[in-house]
């Protein structure tokens, strides 16, 4: 069983930045691969950002490209999503999610993932 709980999220300025961080307990955090994905009202959970289990790949949405990334720190059994200038339509519920199997593949549809966040949620005022 593998707990997920993200944190850091909060309401910023349109042109600030957040940190947001997702600490993982149970299972063996080094082979995972970990995505963000996000929520914004009335609409469907999207991809944001993913990192496979070595850290040395990693894919970003095209709305996102260029203002987040995405790392992990496996000493520390967490993932980040550093996000700079951050604009009004990056306001959503975010949460990160889990793919256990042990591959290098870079998933961004719900369904590859095993284990999800509850969420933490990010509000850009303009």
């Known amino acids: 069983q593998v707990k997920l709980v993200e944190s850091g999220g909060g309401l910023v300025q349109a042109g600030g930045s957040l940190t947001l961080s997702c600490a993982a307990c149970?299972?063996?955090?080094?082979?995972?691969?970990l995505a963000w994905f996000r929520r914004a009202a009335g609409k469907e959970r999207a991809f944001v950002a993913v990192?496979?289990?070595?850290?040395?790949?990693?894919t970003y949405a095209s709305s996102v490209m260029g203002r987040f990334t995405i790392s992990r720190d496996d000493a520390e059994r967490t993932v980040y999503l550093q996000m700079n200038s951050l604009r009004p339509e990056d306001t959503a519920v975010y949460y990160c999610?889990?793919?256990?199997?042990?591959?290098?593949?870079?998933?961004?549809?719900?369904?590859?993932?095993?284990?999800w966040g509850q969420g933490t949620q990010v509000s850009v005022s303009s």
């Open positions: 999610a889990a793919d256990l199997n042990y591959s290098d593949n870079l998933h961004k549809t719900e369904y590859e993932y095993d284990y």
């Open positions: 990192i496979n289990w070595s850290g040395g790949g990693t």
């Open positions: 149970g299972g063996t955090f080094n082979t995972y691969t």
